[in-house]
């Protein structure tokens, strides 16, 4: 593009007075750095090749004239700033490029469009790509409308596609084959169906296929061979119970005669009438004919009993044995591949199948009723949904996650340490035990950004290993973890500083802006990564020590990571909540309270404000058990809250919500209150409590590092007055306590050996992270 006249000569003054700054040595290197990027982005523009800026004093040139083999011209194959090691999946090249296309396109992916043996190479990467979202594609419903399918009949596709799990039912390269096979097979059976009809009897076929059982010849043979013998095992068992009963109903006959004829004697005497013999005679006939009855029905229990037992005994191994046809018929059919791939859907696309038994969905069944029915008879839920059926999408960050980020300082300064003497990303590779140090054409065109990025990371992670007491080599993984400078970020308004890829374990530093991070990223590489080397397996991409401590072999290691996550989130602090009712309740609550006749309703009145009375509540009915307590406990808090509320309110929100500590109630004020979880996650919240760790531990030792970490502390984000009231760090005796954790968390480190045991072994650290070839 041809550039007018005046705004060349515009760009080449400032290329002038940007060549005399960085001639004139007074620039920091931070400075010096965006100046020199400045002037290669002119150049660019201007159309001139790419010529060395002034870089350094006399001195320092002289310094790093050592032949050490290494090239300072960017443009060199031996530039000492060139990338090391690979870390896969950069803006260079687009990793599993098919299924993020698929996507994009809202397009089905079959199994035959994936390489399974590629994405596999990487089993973190493998589960990250074969989920519902990168799979399922967009429904056409469109194109179903048109084709007359009934709109009954697609609502229960789509209802049906709703309940299907976002990813594989288990963590495995099978798994994750039968997931795709289960969605691909699944979309192009119920998209051929027009009618509910036709959905329906779809439904049923596919839970023939995982429920049923198809014996062979020799299963056949003896199944129905049990089949006879349980049927005349029945047989005898009957006959004998049908004479036992017969037995016990004539001993129960014998018994009314016997009783009738003591009462016909007792009324004759009672009446004066004359006794024969013969009335005497008739009772003890009677209690004779009685007690023969009662004795033969006692005899035949007595010799059937053994015979009963035997054959309900022989019975019931007739039915074990029985049971285990059928169950070995039934696991040989799960493991087709293509019952495996209906399982992999997730239990509730199985209990969709079984909407006809108690044990299946109730409210899916309620949908195949409404659709049989005809219901929807219009398209208009296909039309909100704007055709899309895609499932477990990024969602839009809440306004406060938007308009709240973590502040970097513009001055980076270092004080104390040991000193840096990388002059390459090969010795930073190798101080620090990396994969690979990537660089972004940005930093890799430019010596000073490069240079300033690989002694500020150096300085960092050797600062930081000087806290934690654990090897600077160490914090690399035995070279498993990534750094890249400039190279990995998506850039733009409100990118994040820098960030951390679990699925390729790679920590990415954005160009200028992410010096300050880099312990609140390694921290996060250290959380993701642990807990599975420890238990010998990659471990999920998802998953996070701090978050779950379980993951954990248990041990030492474990409770300190429990100890770490309670010193994060316990406290007495109440979280907002907000309690609802209606107006029958404040009725209610007056009846109850203007004249309490109970203890909690004087206790709850003599509280004198809502949030108090529901406080009061808790306490009250907080160490009862069983659910009346907690009935009781949440009518209550209801009327509590309702006595206090303006007449005509329906809701109040108080803090009577559970108790956390004063950091995580701050975080979740930084979510919203109607936000998910991310400032107030644990895997985001143990970050930036490790940030003031490092800060704290340094400044006790006289130093400080604004690359490791900068502005850990609530002084430089807390301005109400200026309507910025964020505490986005831990402060006081919490922030004491916390820090106390990290110590006791990495000197169990320290004493169990933990890394030093882990990385020695080779052979397990080459299968779960593969082989580094660099």
Request: with cysteine; aromatic share 6%; proline share 5%.
């Amino acid at each position: 593009m041809q550039i007018p006249p005046i705004e060349k000569a515009r760009l080449s003054a400032r290329l002038l007075a940007l060549r005399a700054q960085l001639s004139g040595g007074a620039l920091s290197p931070l400075e010096k750095a965006r100046a020199s990027a400045e002037a290669l982005s002119i150049r660019k523009q201007l159309g001139a090749p790419a010529l060395p800026v002034p870089q350094m004093d006399a001195e320092a040139a002289a310094e790093n004239a050592a032949d050490d083999g290494l090239s300072d011209d960017p443009n060199s194959d031996n530039y000492r700033y060139a990338d090391v090691g690979y870390i896969p999946g950069s803006r260079k090249e687009e990793a599993a490029g098919a299924i993020r296309k698929a996507r994009s396109e809202g397009r089905m992916l079959r199994g035959s469009d994936i390489d399974f043996a590629a994405i596999e190479q990487n089993p973190r990467e493998a589960r990250a790509l074969v989920v519902k979202s990168n799979l399922f594609g967009v429904v056409d419903w469109a194109e179903l409308r048109e084709s007359g399918t009934d709109p009954a009949a697609a609502y229960l596709m789509d209802r049906v596609y709703s309940l299907l799990d976002k990813e594989p039912s288990e963590d495995s390269p099978q798994a994750r084959r039968a997931y795709v096979q289960g969605i691909e097979t699944l979309r192009t059976r119920l998209e051929r169906c027009q009618t509910p009809k036709e959905v329906v009897a779809t439904l049923d076929e596919i839970r023939d296929e995982v429920m049923g059982s198809q014996l062979d010849a020799d299963e056949t043979a003896r199944y129905v061979a049990l089949q006879d013998q349980v049927k005349n095992l029945g047989a005898q068992i009957a006959a004998l119970e049908t004479a036992q009963l017969n037995a016990q109903n004539a001993m129960y006959a014998a018994s009314g005669a016997h009783s009738k004829a003591k009462r016909d004697f007792d009324n004759r005497l009672a009446r004066g009438w004359k006794v024969e013999p013969q009335h005497e005679q008739a009772v003890q006939d009677a209690a004779a004919a009685d007690r023969a009855a009662a004795q033969a029905w006692r005899d035949m229990l007595d010799q059937n009993k053994p015979l009963l037992s035997g054959l309900r005994d022989t019975r019931q191994a007739v039915y074990q044995e029985r049971g285990e046809i059928l169950g070995t018929a039934k696991a040989r059919n799960l493991a087709l591949p293509i019952n495996r791939a209906w399982t992999s859907l997730g239990d509730r696309f199985v209990k969709s199948l079984m909407f006809r038994s108690r044990m299946g969905s109730e409210s899916f069944a309620k949908h195949v009723s409404n659709a049989l029915s005809g219901e929807p008879k219009e398209w208009e839920w296909a039309d909100k949904k704007s055709g899309a059926v895609i499932q477990g999408a990024p969602k839009t960050p809440t306004k406060k996650r938007q308009t709240f980020a973590l502040k970097v300082v513009d001055k980076f300064d270092r004080k104390g340490g040991r000193p840096i003497t990388v002059n390459s990303t090969r010795d930073l590779q190798q101080l620090c035990g990396l994969r690979a140090v990537q660089s972004g054409n940005w930093v890799l065109d430019d010596k000073d950004s490069s240079k300033w990025h690989v002694e500020q990371s150096a300085g960092a992670m050797m600062d930081m290993a000087d806290v934690v007491g654990l090897p600077e080599s160490v914090l690399g993984f035995g070279g498993r973890l990534g750094l890249a400078f400039g190279a990995r970020g998506k850039g733009g308004k409100g990118a994040a500083a820098a960030h951390y890829e679990p699925v390729r374990r790679a920590i990415n530093i954005t160009k200028m802006n992410g010096g300050g991070s880099i312990g609140h990223e390694n921290w996060h590489a250290l959380d993701n990564i642990l807990p599975g080397l420890l238990r010998g397996e990659a471990g999920s991409a998802t998953e996070y020590g701090s978050h779950d401590p379980e993951l954990v072999p248990e041990g030492p290691v474990r409770d300190a990571f429990a100890g770490l996550k309670r010193a994060l989130s316990d406290g007495d602090t109440r979280l907002p909540e907000t309690i609802k009712f209606s107006p029958n309740t404040l009725a209610n609550a007056r009846l109850n309270l203007d004249n309490p006749t109970n203890d909690i309703a004087r206790r709850i009145k003599a509280a004198g404000n809502a949030q108090a009375a529901v406080l009061v509540v808790d306490a009250y009915f907080g160490g009862m058990p069983g659910d009346r307590a907690k009935k009781m406990r949440k009518t209550w808090r209801t009327f509590a809250a309702a006595y206090f509320s303006p007449a005509d309110s329906t809701e109040v929100e108080l803090n009577t919500g559970r108790g956390v500590s004063r950091y995580m109630a701050e975080a979740k004020q930084l979510d919203g209150s109607k936000g998910g979880e991310y400032w107030s996650s644990a895997t985001e919240m143990a970050a930036r409590a490790f940030q003031s760790y490092l800060e704290d531990k340094l400044a006790a030792m006289g130093r400080q590092n604004d690359y490791l970490s900068c502005l850990a502390d609530n002084r430089h984000h807390y301005f109400p007055d200026l309507g910025q009231p964020f505490k986005p760090y831990p402060e006081g005796e919490e922030r004491d306590r916390i820090n106390a954790a990290f110590d006791a968390l990495f000197k169990t480190l320290r004493d169990d050996k933990t890394f030093e045991n882990a990385l020695a072994n080779t052979a397990l650290l080459d299968s779960i992270f593969g082989v580094n070839h660099d």
